[in-house]
T-cell receptor, first 112, second 112 residues
Framework: QKEVEQNSGPLSVPEGAIASLNCTYSDRGSQSFFWYRQYSGKSPELIMSIYSNGDKEDGRFTAQLNKASQYVSLLIRDSQPSDSATYLC????WGAGNMLTFGGGTRLMVKP | DVKVTQSSRYLVKRTGEKVFLECVQDMDHENMFWYRQDPGLGLRLIYFSYDVKMKEKGDIPEGYSVSREKKERFSLILESASTNQTSMYLC???????????FGEGSWLTVV
């Protein structure tokens, strides 16, 4: 059984701080990694994808991947109250087609 | 913009009823998915379809069936609804060779 683990939170950070969200996965054959943001009562939306070890930056978001440690993280710089949401980590394994395995999500609260 | 439409947003059904959840996408995507989302469990894949009349079981297919008679439409069927199927159901679609999955707005089903 492929597993993707996230701390459910809530993770509370003050406005302007860096929020760090973490995710571990069990399948060493995993190749593609995604972060989705989900506002309460809404559907998930893709915010970042990463495929190779290292960092990938997009605006205030940085995704970090370490395949040896089976660990992927999302950093949000200059956190804003509008970043308050649940962040879902998703992993795609080799040969899985477009099927993703999702973690349980981390709820982030950014306090003004 | 890609649009994935779930026609029923909120439903209340009785135990034993047959329930249909409909999903339509307008971007000619080959792949379509049905997930359910429960607190702390993240998104779990129920069924996946990669072409018309083709389907694959996901992680939790028990108690569900699906139908894909047309490329744009993917239906989830609960043959005999039970209270443990109370959940939010998310439909999604993607192109065959792309990683981005687009979600619908979700259908909240309560079985009483």
């Amino acid at each position: 059984q492929k597993e993707v683990e996230q701390n459910s939170g809530p993770l509370s950070v003050p406005e302007g701080a860096i929020a760090s969200l973490n995710c571990t996965y069990s399948d060493r054959g995993s190749q593609s990694f995604f972060w989705y943001r989900q506002y309460s009562g809404k559907s998930p939306e893709l915010i970042m994808s990463i495929y190779s070890n290292g960092d990938k930056e997009d605006g205030r978001f940085t995704a970090q991947l370490n395949k040896a440690s089976q660990y992927v993280s999302l950093l949000i710089r200059d956190s804003q109250p509008s970043d308050s949401a649940t962040y879902l980590c998703a992993v795609k394994s080799w040969g899985a087609g477009n099927m993703l395995t999702f973690g349980g999500g981390t709820r982030l609260m950014v306090k003004p | 913009d890609v649009k994935v439409t779930q026609s029923s947003r909120y439903l209340v059904k009785r135990t034993g009823e047959k329930v249909f959840l409909e999903c339509v996408q307008d971007m000619d995507h080959e792949n379509m998915f049905w997930y359910r989302q429960d607190p702390g469990l993240g998104l779990r894949l129920i069924y996946f379809s990669y072409d018309v009349k083709m389907k694959e079981k996901g992680d939790i297919p028990e108690g569900y069936s699906v139908s894909r008679e047309k490329k744009e439409r993917f239906s989830l069927i609960l043959e005999s609804a039970s209270t443990n199927q109370t959940s939010m159901y998310l439909c999604a679609s993607s192109l065959a060779r792309e990683n981005t999955i687009y979600f619908g707005e979700g259908s909240w089903l309560t079985v009483v």
